[in-house]
């Protein structure tokens, strides 16, 4: 009897330790861009927006961000730009078809609520160092986290010497359950 309510302790405390599973649901979430060209700022959105999130913030540690968007959905509302913007001068969504991101550490941010991404983003064939602050609030059963960051397309070999500017903005708004 004393094994059996000790293996069930190891077994509750197992699982009270461990971050919740969660997927991010696209049609909920936004992955949302801007940049300018020509001195006129252009935005645009991705869909497709999969992967798995382990998040608990009373344990950062087992907290893990993998989560990707389908570059062929691309969208600016401009269709001739979005066809451009799939060619392999800029996404070359044909042969990398993912972006993704995916976190090394979660960790708990300047107040409650605020948290600290430390990873990696991957845009075609190069990967890059990324930090950025987000937050997360508990929402029907999982998280709402929102977040955004800054890239410079050129060390990702997106655009060339085009006339857009070098930074774009990535703004993260997610749902996951």
Known sequence: MMRRILVFLLVVAAWSRTAAQLTPADASSSVKFKIRNFGFQVTGAFTGLSGKIQFDPAHLGDALIDV?????????????RDDHLRRPDYFDAQKYPRIRLVSASISQGSRKGVFLFSGRLMLKNHVKDLSFPFTAAAEGGGYHFKGGFSINRKEFEVGGTS?????LDVELDVIAK
């Open 68 to 80: 990707s968007v389908d570059a062929t959905t691309v969208n600016t509302d401009n269709s001739m």
């Open 163 to 167: 006339t857009i500017s070098d930074n």
